[in-house]
């Protein structure tokens, strides 16, 4: 008889963000392919679930707030009450939560770190920047495996830290093709009242944060002298200020805040182009969801994903651009530079195109699940 595995996430949150929603796709695949393991999720703060999981998965909420006390002591019993075997954390806080637990059980069980966002965009420069470098290379020691979510993230995490003792791997955020393509052809029941047929329809999908810098789209879309439709699906921090600047510009007419949305591809079906602004990312899942629902796209050059999502060759950024570039799969351009956005979207409105192309990667769901149960499975 097989041995049962008995696997543990832990994660911050599964409030809405990009991580968290890769880790509920994930889940439900896992669930499928690999029934005969046990699988249980640690939620460290809030009980916010905003993406589905599987109802045979265990969930267990720590607290409604972060505190690295109360998580380490729940996360240590619950390993030992629950003979599990694996712990994945997701995200910088769970893993220094997990890396200080592991020193308890290295030998009884195999922890690994799954990194979902490049590691120059945590800490600052300075003392305080330094002392959290030296944390992090601390608790990362400790961990058996560390996992990335693009080359670029890897390699950008092993120019900050030393750490070459450690094995380390890239594995993709899982896509489920056949779904996102199916849904996409159900086209939303209010799209009269934000979509545009006589304009040339722009989307931006994203948590509304400054660090998303969807204001460098509503500054490009007020200088473009052509008939534009910005859609903006997404919710956050900056809202009020991205709406006060689009009424104080006097471009209400030209832009829809639609909120946070359940039928995005639907959106991304029936738009002309998809934008990407921001200064930062992991790796950007709508991105890749735009490509396979046929939309153009037109990413800024940033850390980490959208080079190496674009093009086959690159991976990170290129240090000093200076203009546009047409890769094989989308535009991209420096991040910030609003001059040559506007470059990019008027380039994409002069050759209105359907992007439909076969992307080299596989990001499948079943692929990488697969990948996920090969890091269990081995000794």
């Known amino acids: 008889m097989a041995r049962i595995n008995k ?15 890769a880790l509920s796709r994930l889940l439900f695949e896992l669930e499928k392919i690999s029934s005969d393991d046990e699988y249980h999720i640690i939620l460290l703060e809030g009980n916010d679930i905003a993406y589905k999981i599987p109802k045979s998965c265990n969930v267990r909420i720590v607290s409604q707030k972060k505190s690295l006390y109360k998580s380490i002591l729940f996360v240590k019993k619950y390993i030992k009450d629950n003979g599990i075997s694996v712990v994945l954390s997701f995200l910088h806080f769970s893993s220094l939560v997990c890396s200080i637990v592991s020193f308890f059980y290295k ?9 979902c966002d490049s590691i120059s965009s ?7 920047g330094a002392l959290m470098r030296t944390i992090c290379t ?25 750490l070459s003792n450690i094995n380390c791997k890239v594995i993709y955020n899982s896509y489920n093709y056949n779904e996102i393509i199916t849904l996409s052809n159900v086209k939303p029941n209010d799209f009269k009242s934000w979509y545009a047929a006589d304009k040339f329809n722009i989307l931006s999908v994203g948590r509304l944060h400054k660090q998303k810098r969807v204001i460098d789209l509503i500054k490009a879309v007020e200088l473009i002298d052509k008939d534009i439709n910005l859609i903006i699906v997404g919710d956050g921090p900056e809202r009020n200020y991205l709406e006060s600047y689009v009424k104080k510009s006097k ?20 738009c002309h182009l998809y934008i990407l ?41 290129k240090v000093g651009l200076k203009n546009v570039e047409y890769l094989k799969y989308g535009t991209i351009y420096p991040v910030g530079n609003i001059d040559l956005l506007v470059n ?12 439909e192309v076969e992307i ?15 890091l269990w499975c081995e000794e």
């Open 7 to 21: 696997i543990l996430f832990v994660i911050n949150s599964l409030s809405y963000g990009g991580a968290e929603r």
């Open 107 to 115: 030998d009884k069980c195999k922890f690994i770190a799954v990194h």
């Open 122 to 128: 945590k800490y600052s420069q300075g003392i305080s």
């Open 138 to 162: 601390l608790s990362y020691s400790f961990f058996d495996l560390l996992v990335f979510k693009s080359e670029a993230m890897m390699l950008d995490f092993n120019k900050k830290y030393n």
């Open 251 to 270: 471009i209400t007419e030209n832009v829809q805040f639609l909120g946070m949305r359940d039928d995005v591809f639907g959106i991304m079906k029936i």
């Open 277 to 317: 602004c921001s200064e930062v990312e992991g790796f950007p899942n709508t991105l890749i969801e735009a490509l396979i629902c046929g939309l153009p796209v037109i990413s800024s050059d940033c850390l980490s994903g959208p080079r190496e999502i674009l093009d086959e060759n690159d991976v990170l950024p």
């Open 344 to 355: 990019g979207i008027e380039n994409a409105i002069e050759n209105i195109v359907n992007n």
């Open 360 to 374: 080299s990667k596989d990001y499948s769901i079943d692929k990488v699940s697969l990948q996920y149960i090969e």
